[in-house]
């Protein structure tokens, strides 16, 4: 049976383009009998607040959008991301780091789907692990697992490249976690079979794939679907002026006629779906 979430992170209200992802998440779902699971991504503690949580059930449900069993959060999984941390550690495929963000901006020699590419630096130096990162080895770790592949609904079947972002951080200083490693860990303890979610995050999936080759991790199908853009071509963002549902809920819009219209790929004017570029390195 097909299994497919959303996993919003509560750091700001939900507008239309989290609306589409989710729309897209639950349909997959229904239309083949699935179930659509709600993730929450909460562990980046500066920046989530719980009160954006209570207004996300508001707005699925005010979209029509219903969830499968309990809801996930991902900070009562710290542990369950220490202890895979532990478990690369002990691999010998981590090392801790201490670049600040500006040094890695200067010494960086690429650019990668999320900035500068890290350069490697600290991989072969004697670090304090004390407060530091601990970034993956990309290449050792590509070394041990051999070549790896991983289908998109969409793009087909690609080889994973996750050298395209550098040596990732997998368990920042403040967290036993990054994105990579937790959305990784929970999309296989949730028995997530289709991994659903926008295209800006198709390359994460390489590094993904990467993970779920290390940890002995089942491997999904992922479905990235295309963004709402505004007519620049950026996506929807809520600073830049992209109304939230919860105050389009309480002006007294109907949410299901939004979710409907969604479907039937009716947008506000000035904003399109991004054209279904997938990227591969
Ligand atoms: N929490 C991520 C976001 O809000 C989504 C992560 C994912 O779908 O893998 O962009």
Redesign the pocket.
Same mark, same amino acid.
């Given at each position: 049976m097909i299994r497919t $979430?959303? @996993?919003?992170?509560p750091n700001g209200p939900l507008h239309l383009g989290?609306a589409y @992802?989710a729309m897209m998440a639950h349909d997959l779902a229904r239309t083949r009998g699935g179930a659509f699971l709600l993730r929450i991504?909460d562990i980046d503690g500066e920046r989530s607040r719980p009160e954006f949580v209570e207004e996300f059930f508001r707005d699925l449900e005010w979209l029509g959008l219903d969830w499968d069993e309990d809801v996930r959060f991902q900070s009562r999984r710290l542990d369950s991301y220490a202890e895979a941390g532990e478990r690369l550690k002990a691999s010998g495929l981590l090392y801790p780091c201490r670049c600040t963000r500006a040094e890695i901006a200067a010494a960086a020699t690429a650019m990668g789907p999320d900035g500068p590419v890290y350069p490697g630096t600290c991989r072969h130096q004697e670090i304090d692990p004390e407060g530091a990162a601990w970034r993956l080895d990309v290449a050792g770790a590509l070394d041990l697992t051999g070549p790896l592949e991983w289908t998109d609904e969409g793009a087909g079947t690609l080889r994973a490249a996750p050298e395209i972002f550098g040596d990732v951080v997998l368990l920042r200083k403040d967290l036993p976690a990054s994105?990579h490693l937790a @959305?990784t860990l929970d %999309?296989a303890a949730d028995g997530i079979s289709l991994?659903? $979610?926008?295209m %800006?995050?198709f390359p994460?999936s390489h590094v993904h794939r990467l993970l779920q080759a290390l940890l002995g991790l089942p491997v999904p199908l992922w479905h990235h679907h295309a963004l709402l853009v505004e007519p620049d071509g950026r996506k929807l963002a809520k600073r830049r002026g992209a109304p939230s549902l919860g105050d389009r809920r309480r002006a007294g819009e109907d949410g299901k006629a939004i979710a409907e219209a969604l479907r039937q790929h009716r947008f506000p004017a000035g904003i399109s779906l991004s054209a279904g570029l997938h990227q591969s390195p």
């Open positions: $979430r959303f @996993a919003p992170s989290h @992802a991504e994105y @959305a %999309d991994v659903t $979610r926008g %800006d995050l994460a």
